[in-house]
């Protein structure tokens, strides 16, 4: 199979499992919703997500740089396609939840398997143009997934829409075993991974973090950024109704402004990717991103939130193109797992803190307040990453490993 055939299929796999995720994550929510008729039980469902990842960070980098990425890939779609399928035969909350943790915990090794898989997949002068139309196919899902779920809703019961999403992981494990087979081995690699083997895993990722801190900083930073823009999510609502005083039929509209804003932003991002480095997408499309929710906090009309709205749409796919091409070209791909793993671990606990932070101060202030405070601290954010990358460039003495 030649580089197109192969690149073609891989994004295939990779917009087949978002669209079925939108598909599953919107329809567990309703079906909760209808078990409970508590909206507390669906927002324990946006905790759970960081949670598996804090509960594999210290372990699933290890496997992932130690085995074959993409057998990794199909074990997990078939773990998932039978932990989805139980969720069919369960009723107990509890029981659920544990099952969406072991789903997110699943999702959550995927996700590292696969970035590291593309990232051996790929010669680093083809990255940012394959990224930007990675970027390009998670915006289609975004837009295709709520889409496709809303027409399943009307025609069959909730459930039905689990059954499908089943037969999409079996379908992408099918489609990943043609595939090629790159191995992703370290030195001294050994059959079964031990306690020992962890812990100097651990010790590479810190050693690593010391050596290159103004990587650490900037990797950091931007995810910082776009972990309070996650935060603010869980009080979009609230300031939508309550703030800004719009009907349901009218927040509707503005999900679909932002959709609208990452399809486009996908397509310049295809553009931009010929002109500008990955520093400078990272750096410009944070900014822009921030400033985004900066005008949607001060906005007092439909029509300011909805600039806001799609001005932070717009630019996330420039920002998160940058971002993957950057930490692409700054991790060996031999430790590619490991650092990812950990890293994602420190940022899901700052999530976790931050979302039960913006919460409580919404509940004890305004949500108002919250919104305005942390687009404030976005720009402020992005301003700083800005700087970091930019003295970064001045330098020589930041190379990739």
């Known amino acids: 199979m030649n580089k197109r055939k192969v690149r073609a299929l891989y994004l295939g796999v990779v917009g087949l499992a978002n669209i079925g995720g939108w598909i599953y994550l919107l329809a567990l929510n309703l079906i909760i919703l209808d078990k409970t008729g508590s909206v507390l039980a669906v927002t324990g469902l946006y905790i759970i997500k960081p949670f598996a990842s804090m509960l594999i960070g210290p372990w699933a980098g290890s496997m992932i740089d130690r085995v074959s990425t993409k057998h990794l890939m199909i074990f997990l779609d078939i773990i998932r396609a039978i932990l989805v399928a139980s969720l069919l035969f369960v009723d107990s909350l509890w029981v659920i939840y544990l099952l969406v943790l072991f789903i997110q915990m699943a999702g959550a090794i995927f996700e590292t398997s ?82 020992k083997e962890v812990r100097e895993d651990w010790y590479a990722v810190w050693n690593f973090s010391k050596k290159y801190l103004s990587f650490f900083f900037i990797y950091m930073t931007f995810q910082g950024t776009m972990l309070v823009t996650a935060a603010l999510d869980s009080t979009e609502v609230a300031f939508a109704k309550e703030v800004l005083l719009l009907t349901d039929a009218a927040y509707g509209s503005l999900v679909s402004i932002a959709g609208l804003g990452f399809l486009l932003g996908a397509i310049c991002t295809n553009l931009l990717v010929r002109f500008l480095s990955a520093k400078a ?119 990739a490993l």
């Open 114 to 195: 696969s970035f590291t898989y593309m990232t051996l997949l790929l010669p680093e002068e083809d990255r940012n143009k394959f990224n930007a139309v990675l970027t390009f196919v998670h915006s289609g899902a975004f837009v295709t997934g709520p889409f496709l779920a809303g027409i399943l809703f009307m025609l069959a019961p909730l459930e039905f829409s689990l059954v499908i999403n089943v037969l999409i992981f079996i379908c992408c494990g099918i489609w990943t075993i043609f595939l090629p087979n790159i191995l992703n081995t370290i030195p001294e690699v050994k059959k079964h991974l031990h306690v």
């Open 281 to 399: 997408m990272m750096g410009v499309g944070t900014f822009f991103v921030a400033s985004g929710y900066f005008i949607y906090s001060l906005s007092t009309s439909y029509f300011a939130a909805s600039i806001g709205f799609f001005a932070l749409s717009f630019s996330l796919s420039i920002a998160n193109t940058g971002f993957m091409t950057y930490i692409q070209s700054r991790i060996h791909s031999n430790m590619m797992g490991r650092i990812t793993s950990l890293y994602e671990m420190i940022s899901s606990f700052v999530q976790i803190v931050t979302v039960l932070l913006f919460g409580l101060v919404a509940s004890l202030v305004s949500v108002k307040v919250v919104v305005i405070g942390g687009s404030i601290l976005m720009l402020l954010g992005s301003c700083y990453l800005i700087l970091i990358t930019w003295r970064i460039s001045k330098t020589r003495g930041f190379e």
